[in-house]
């Protein structure tokens, strides 16, 4: 099977004149933006972003949240050569291919280990992927459990039937399902399924 190349070429092009692309579906979390913010100013631009052409101009495909983090910045851009068809497929499937990856738990908490950061948005994400919740394909952005104080709820006779579903890393689901079953236990009638 012959694999094509489609990058035509690296450029480097001022941010600000990269077009967003209007089928764009990822939303970026404060979160990610001052984790982002923060690595470039530790390590600065290490990967480029994607863009194809259109009459327009360059059409970014890959790299929104660094382009308008750094507008005034001139930044590395693959331009592929592909159709509007093809960018599509790659804008919709680049960010689910790349979380579709497992992790070798041993491998990370050593790379964990050796990095060190002063800045403190790089430090909240190294401190969530060491707490197991490692950002990837979530829409709603990053997700931490908070499991209040459950005393001052009333319990009633009436019958009520309601379920709740919580996401939550698979890595943290066995700690997060054993505390919610402690609080259910003081409610009679509350299981977890």
């Known amino acids: 099977m012959q694999i094509k190349d489609r990058i035509k070429e690296l450029r480097r092009v ?3 004149e990269l077009l967003p692309n209007p089928k764009n579906w990822r939303v970026h979390p404060p979160e990610q933006e001052r984790a982002i913010q923060g690595i470039l100013t530790e390590v600065g631009y290490a990967d480029a972003l994607i863009a194809y052409e259109t009459d327009q101009g ?5 790299g929104h949240l660094r382009a308008n983090t750094t507008p005034d910045e001139i930044v590395p851009v693959l331009v592929l050569d592909v159709t509007e068809e093809e960018a599509d497929k790659i804008l919709i499937t680049l960010d689910p ?3 579709m990856a497992t992790s070798d738990h041993d491998q990370l908490n050593n790379l964990l280990e050796s990095v060190n950061t002063n800045n403190p948005h790089v430090q909240e994400l190294l ?3 060491s707490n197991g919740i490692i950002p990837g394909f979530e829409p709603l952005g990053m ?3 908070e499991i209040g104080d459950v005393s001052s709820i009333n319990a009633t006779d009436d019958e009520i039937e309601d379920k709740f579903v919580v996401r939550c890393p698979m ?3 066995d700690n997060i399902k054993a505390e919610l079953e402690d609080i259910c236990d003081k409610y009679p009638g509350v299981t977890i399924a």
Do not use: F, G
């Open 143 to 145: 997700w931490e459990p």
């Open 171 to 173: 890595s943290q689901s």
């Open 14 to 16: 001022p941010a600000k």
């Open 127 to 129: 401190d969530y992927i």
């Open 58 to 62: 360059l059409t970014l495909i890959d």
């Open 97 to 99: 291919l790349a979380v």
